[in-house]
């Protein structure tokens, strides 16, 4: 996989929007989505989004089999 | 609250940990955790831990309100 160019900024596509966790009093939302990074095949992700989704805070991605993981982690503890 | 100052380091506290998500080949673990920062009560907490849990990667933290929705959200979307 070709490394991000410093100077360039990510390129990055909400292929699917999946649900909210939580909305800001500024109209930030921390959303669970599937984002396609610089073009790659698109990863589970939870951040926090601005309204227009043109800007987002710090996140996590998540492949599949993590996103696997973490409904059976959830199930199990009874969260 | 307050404010940290940025020229002291971090307090964090692991008080539970829920779950293992995955784990790379240099045996750092993306974890589900309850965790205190600053001595604040513990927050849901997802991210990358060294094996001695001494060093963190990037993450993401929630709130109570923010897990249940997570958990019905992955429920529903049927992930």
């Not at 930030?28 to 309204?51: A, G, H, T």
């Not at 989704?53 to 409904?71: P, Q, R, Y």
Request: hydrophobic share 35%.
């Amino acid at each position: 996989m070709a490394r991000q160019n410093k100077s360039e900024p990510i390129k990055f596509k909400i292929e699917e929007s999946i649900g909210v966790l939580s909305s800001s009093t500024n109209g930030w939302q921390k959303e669970l989505n599937l984002v396609s990074w610089n073009d790659q095949p698109p990863k589970f992700d939870i951040r926090s989004w601005s309204p227009d989704h043109l800007k987002m805070g710090k996140g996590i991605t998540f492949s599949n089999d993590e996103m696997n993981a973490l409904k059976e982690i959830i199930q199990n503890a009874g969260l």
